[in-house]
């Protein structure tokens, strides 16, 4: 009895995040950047349900790539990173112990954002390659003239992401740690139902700040587009996906947006994700917030350079760090 209403649980909450994560797409852009521009905007079942059911039915093609193959399975196996992750916030399943830790979170954060290198590194389509094309016939001028691809700019984006762009979200993590003096989510969770959220302190909030930031940041959102910018005449390293493959694209990115507020449901607000919980709605209305408040600070900012990045970033964790002083003290 004990197992099945576990699996009740741990299944219908990822049914439930599923579904939701669906309409996140669509509320972003119908209910905030539609009415901030001042226009009707898609319906909320198009950019999360609609569009991807309309890249499943088109046709596939073959990138140009040197493991194709393997370029394609990239966003499935994000896809699957995140799910994983999801799975590891249920309460459900905490008897995994280790994996059940703000380490095995940073980890699979980690790995999600390396498939954006792997993305870069393996498109090399012609669309992308730097005009006029050099002569690559034996005996020709230039034989060595070195080929340049988009993709393998947004591969180095992604590795600044990854080495310095990512580093609010992780910090903000640790205010969390510091608060409670564990790694693990269920000590987290105990901690916060015996003394309050960590929200409500000012460890919290500095650190809900901090967390907010980099969650626009893994989300590469404005201003902080750092892989692909609207503006751009090609998609980085999304730019070879068609078919089923991008609408691989367009769910995983639903579903992160979902994942990443429960994530901070679970560390500030000590609910984890659990549908046989009430208190699951929190984590909902969590999820349903964060889109908004993401879209109305992205529809007012421009795209940040370097220039403006990196010092961003740079303030943003000095914050974080302060937090977790706090949270210390």
């Keep these: 009895m004990e197992l099945t ?27 905030i950047h539609a009415r901030i521009q001042q226009r009707v905007g898609p319906p909320i079942t198009s950019p999360g349900i609609m569009a991807p059911i309309k ?80 002569d690559r016939a034996k005996g020709a001028a230039h034989p060595d003239t070195p080929r340049t ?8 984006r992604a590795f600044r992401l990854i080495a310095f762009g990512s580093f609010p979200i992780y910090i903000a993590l640790f205010v969390a740690v510091a608060m409670t003096g564990s790694l693990y ?27 907010f930031i980099g969650y626009m940041i893994l989300l590469n959102e404005y201003p902080f587009s750092i892989l692909k910018g609207k503006p751009d005449v090609v998609e980085g390293p999304y730019l070879e996906y068609a078919a089923k493959y991008r609408a691989y694209v367009y769910i995983t990115r639903g579903f992160l947006m979902f994942t990443l507020a429960t994530l901070f449901a679970t560390l500030f607000l000590g609910i984890a994700p659990n549908i046989l919980n009430p208190s699951f709605i929190v984590t909902l209305i969590v999820a349903l917030l964060f889109p908004m408040i993401m879209a109305v600070m992205s529809a007012f900012s421009p795209i940040f350079t370097y220039k403006q990045f990196y010092p961003t970033v740079a303030g943003v964790s000095i914050i974080g760090v302060v937090a977790i002083v706090a949270a210390l003290l």
């Design 5 to 31: 209403y576990s699996l009740i649980g741990v299944i219908g909450t990822l049914a439930v995040s599923f579904i939701v994560s669906l309409f996140l797409p669509g509320i972003e852009r119908k209910f």
């Design 55 to 134: 890249f499943f039915f088109k046709q596939t093609i073959d990138p140009v790539s040197p493991m194709p193959r393997l370029y394609n399975a990239l966003p499935l196996i994000s896809l699957i990173i995140i799910i994983i992750l999801l799975l590891l916030l249920i309460p459900q399943m905490y008897f995994l112990g280790a994996l059940a830790s703000i380490i095995a979170v940073i980890g699979l954060l980690k790995v999600e954002e390396i498939m954006y290198m792997f993305m870069g590194s393996l498109s090399k389509s012609v669309l992308s390659v730097r005009m006029p094309f050099p």
């Design 149 to 156: 691809f988009f993709e393998e700019l947004s591969s180095l």
């Design 185 to 211: 989510l269920s000590d987290i969770i105990a901690y916060q139902q015996t003394n309050g959220p960590i929200l409500f302190t000012l460890a919290g909030a500095l650190g809900a700040i901090v967390f």
